[in-house]
């Protein structure tokens, strides 16, 4: 069994978040294969080119995780139709500076869930444009975005709707196949 460090990212800074909730079940049922790191985004300075000269404690912690890792899992919620500020502080950060992003040829998931009908559709779909702009591969089938958020677990975290918890299972085991696959093929020189 190959070992997956996977990255993961979870886009509210709320101690209560629903998206901390989410990520935190998919962590509970992820494979034993997989070894997951969360990447802190809260104390990150907004990022500025006049830092790129610099050496910021912080900016090269969230470097070195992503350069690590094999894979990223974003867990976020929508900020006015986008991608929340923190996340998007974090991408411009380990993209800069220029020539020296650890993004090419990484590999993404994005999972969504928001109080909207739309379950962080615009968040998800921004945030894909960004990572595939950077050369990440993201998996796109299963998409997922989880509407009406706040129904959908309870105040242990656990899952109030069985249809919405074997959807974000079904995701699990999707991403961990296509993990495989990239991995395997990526040894083999080939993608």
Same mark, same amino acid.
């Given at each position: 069994?190959? $070992?997956?460090? @996977?990255?993961?990212?979870?886009?509210? &800074?709320?101690?209560?978040?629903?998206?901390?909730?989410?990520?935190?079940?998919?962590?509970?049922?992820?494979?034993?294969?997989?070894?997951?790191?969360? @990447?802190?985004? #809260?104390? *990150?300075?907004?990022?500025?080119?006049?830092?790129?000269?610099?050496?910021?404690?912080?900016?090269?912690?969230? $470097?070195?995780?992503?350069?690590?890792?094999?894979?990223? *899992?974003?867990?976020?919620?929508?900020?006015?139709?986008? @991608?929340?500020?923190?996340?998007?502080?974090?991408?411009?950060?380990?993209?800069?500076?220029?020539?020296?992003?650890?993004? +090419?040829?990484?590999?993404?998931?994005?999972?969504?869930?928001?109080?909207?009908?739309? #379950? #962080? *559709?615009?968040?998800?779909?921004?945030?894909?444009?960004? &990572?595939?702009?950077?050369?990440?591969?993201?998996?796109?089938?299963?998409?997922?975005?989880?509407?009406?958020?706040?129904? &959908?677990?309870?105040?242990?975290?656990?899952? +109030?709707?069985?249809?919405?918890?074997?959807?974000?299972?079904?995701?699990?085991?999707?991403?961990?196949?296509?993990?495989?696959?990239?991995?395997?093929?990526?040894?083999?020189?080939?993608?």
């Amino acid at each position: 069994m190959q $070992r997956k460090h @996977i990255a993961l990212v979870i886009g509210s &800074l709320r101690r209560d978040s629903i998206n901390r909730k989410i990520a935190q079940y998919i962590q509970s049922i992820a494979p034993a294969s997989w070894v997951i790191d969360e @990447i802190h985004i #809260g104390d *990150l300075p907004v990022y500025n080119q006049d830092f790129d000269a610099e050496r910021i404690e912080a900016y090269e912690r969230v $470097r070195a995780q992503i350069k690590q890792a094999d894979a990223v *899992l974003f867990v976020t919620p929508e900020h006015n139709r986008s @991608i929340p500020a923190a996340v998007k502080n974090l991408l411009d950060i380990t993209s800069r500076p220029v020539g020296q992003s650890v993004w +090419t040829g990484k590999r993404a998931a994005v999972v969504c869930a928001s109080p909207s009908t739309f #379950g #962080g *559709l615009s968040s998800g779909l921004h945030l894909r444009q960004v &990572l595939e702009a950077l050369g990440v591969q993201v998996m796109i089938s299963p998409e997922v975005f989880l509407s009406k958020a706040f129904d &959908l677990l309870n105040e242990q975290g656990d899952f +109030t709707n069985e249809r919405s918890q074997a959807f974000v299972q079904k995701f699990v085991v999707a991403w961990d196949v296509w993990l495989d696959r990239q991995i395997e093929s990526k040894g083999s020189g080939t993608q």
